[in-house]
């Protein structure tokens, strides 16, 4: 279900801001100058869970696909760095400062949180997607996404928490053919939340 609140300008889902920036204008804009540009952003109903993502370079990375996706905001949980962290930066070409993200301690304060901001929309019910390889998940492309929708990964070693995965309407695998068990996760949380970005922009078209 797509509330009206939700409904997306089909030109900003064809790409047309009026800024772009490179890695290297990104690196050194000043955060008061994108400041208004930030307030235009048309953001989509997704949201990205991190859960004890210990590598900065992947939180960096997760930032750039953040923006990539024009994601309503990105939460850092539990053990692991946030910015102005040095390596969050560099890895994140300064896509920190145009991504809107906050710090909770578990996931679970997240999604409250989450919860608490859409409250005040019509209908709206957190549908929330944990990437990891469980014996109750199913295929990423067989999931009924709907909107708003939380995407949470979990820590490069051991994965989403146990206790995490109960919060979780659905747990998304994605295939793998060789002998290597798991993807990066930047990787694999750009899988899944294209997939998900394809299915909003059909929802989008229809209306």
Same mark, same amino acid.
């Given at each position: 279900m797509l509330n009206e609140y939700w409904l997306l300008d089909i030109e900003y889902l064809d790409y047309n801001s009026k800024m772009k920036l490179n890695a290297k204008e990104m690196r050194t804009v000043d955060e008061n100058v994108v400041k208004a540009q930030i307030n235009n952003i048309k953001r989509h109903p997704i949201y990205f869970i991190l859960e004890n993502v210990y590598d900065t370079y992947n939180v960096g990375g997760l930032f750039r696909l953040a923006d990539a #996706?024009?994601?309503? =905001?990105? !939460? #850092?949980?539990?053990?692991?760095?946030?910015?102005? @962290?040095? =390596? *969050? $930066?560099? %890895?994140?070409?300064?896509? !920190?400062?145009?991504?809107?993200?906050?710090? =909770?301690?578990?996931? $679970?304060?997240a999604i409250d949180n989450i919860k608490y901001q859409i409250s005040n929309v019509k209908c709206q019910k957190l549908s929330v997607v944990a990437i990891e390889q469980d014996k109750k998940s199913i295929p990423y492309t067989q999931i009924q996404y709907s909107f708003p929708v939380a995407l949470i990964v979990g820590n490069e070693t051991y994965g989403v928490l146990p206790e995490t995965i109960l919060l979780s309407d659905y747990i998304a695998e994605i295939p793998m053919w060789g002998i290597n068990? +798991?993807? @990066?996760? *930047?990787?694999?949380? %750009?899988?899944?939340? !294209?997939?998900?970005?394809?299915?909003?922009?059909?929802? +989008?078209n229809d209306k």
């Amino acid at each position: 279900m797509l509330n009206e609140y939700w409904l997306l300008d089909i030109e900003y889902l064809d790409y047309n801001s009026k800024m772009k920036l490179n890695a290297k204008e990104m690196r050194t804009v000043d955060e008061n100058v994108v400041k208004a540009q930030i307030n235009n952003i048309k953001r989509h109903p997704i949201y990205f869970i991190l859960e004890n993502v210990y590598d900065t370079y992947n939180v960096g990375g997760l930032f750039r696909l953040a923006d990539a #996706l024009g994601v309503s =905001k990105m !939460y #850092l949980c539990g053990e692991m760095e946030i910015p102005p @962290n040095p =390596k *969050i $930066k560099k %890895a994140s070409i300064g896509t !920190y400062k145009v991504v809107p993200w906050e710090y =909770k301690k578990t996931v $679970k304060e997240a999604i409250d949180n989450i919860k608490y901001q859409i409250s005040n929309v019509k209908c709206q019910k957190l549908s929330v997607v944990a990437i990891e390889q469980d014996k109750k998940s199913i295929p990423y492309t067989q999931i009924q996404y709907s909107f708003p929708v939380a995407l949470i990964v979990g820590n490069e070693t051991y994965g989403v928490l146990p206790e995490t995965i109960l919060l979780s309407d659905y747990i998304a695998e994605i295939p793998m053919w060789g002998i290597n068990k +798991s993807l @990066n996760v *930047i990787v694999s949380a %750009a899988i899944v939340s !294209y997939r998900i970005m394809d299915k909003l922009v059909l929802m +989008s078209n229809d209306k």
